[in-house]
């Protein structure tokens, strides 16, 4: 238990589906991530948020839309995806996005399916 | 963009020693970090360096040269709990983390 929170564990959808991940931390930290990890490859940061304010978005397709309505709270709303959108998709969160010590604590991560 | 590389799988006895070495070229560095992930499980902190030499915590240790851009991650006498994906991840100089692919450690009776 790192104190980091997701649902759900499993998605599976559709490419017309609207679905959306939730992820929530009461670690007290200021900056939460999404991260994609997919088979055989490294975790690709998708989106960052310090303080509740986007600071990343690392050319992430429109299909996938972030939503932190408090520092606790991170979502990840996802609709008409692509099959090779299909990975396992990480929330972690740590202090701050500026501390440069400071590990970032993850949750289990959504093994999400698109068929 | 970074590039950070790691050996993709390892397999060692029980009872053994493995080290996964771990390059990286960043723009910046502001520290290393070493996570193991178990199949289905959250990435967990393991190592943090940000100076040379070695950080030493029980049976795991971590190595850092930042000339060389070299990491390597020791794991000693070796238990069959030990079998997970070891992460290499560097903060660069805007303090983003970002990954290797890992490399799967298979431990053996």
């Known amino acids: 238990e790192t104190g980091v929170t997701q649902t759900p564990r499993h998605l599976v959808m559709g490419m017309t589906n609207k679905k959306s991940l939730k992820c929530e931390q009461h670690l007290g930290h200021n900056a939460m991530y999404w991260y994609k990890q997919s088979a055989k490859k490294p975790l690709e940061l998708m989106f960052v948020y310090n303080f509740k304010e986007q600071t990343e978005n690392n050319s992430v397709p429109s299909r996938f839309s972030p939503e932190c309505p408090n520092s606790s709270h991170l979502f990840l709303h996802l609709h008409t995806l692509q099959p090779e959108d299909s990975a396992l998709y990480l929330c972690?969160?740590?202090?701050?996005?500026?501390?440069?010590?400071?590990?970032?604590?993850f949750g289990q991560g959504t093994r999400l399916t698109v068929v | 963009g970074q590039n950070i590389d790691q050996p993709t799988e390892m397999t060692a006895t029980e009872g053994a020693i493995v080290q996964i070495n771990c390059t990286y070229q960043t723009s910046g560095f502001n520290g290393l970090f070493w996570y193991q992930q178990h199949a289905g499980e959250a990435p967990t902190f393991l190592s943090y360096n940000v100076l040379d030499g070695l950080e030493e915590k029980g049976r795991f240790s971590s190595f850092l040269s930042r000339s060389k851009g070299y990491s390597y991650l020791l794991l000693k006498e070796l238990q069959m709990k030990d079998s997970a994906s070891y992460l290499c991840?560097?903060?660069?100089?805007?303090?983003?983390?970002?990954f290797g692919a890992g490399t799967t450690v298979t431990v053996r009776a």
């Open positions: 972690a969160s740590s202090p701050s996005e500026w501390d440069s010590n400071t590990e970032a604590f």
């Open positions: 991840a560097v903060r660069d100089g805007d303090y983003k983390l970002s």
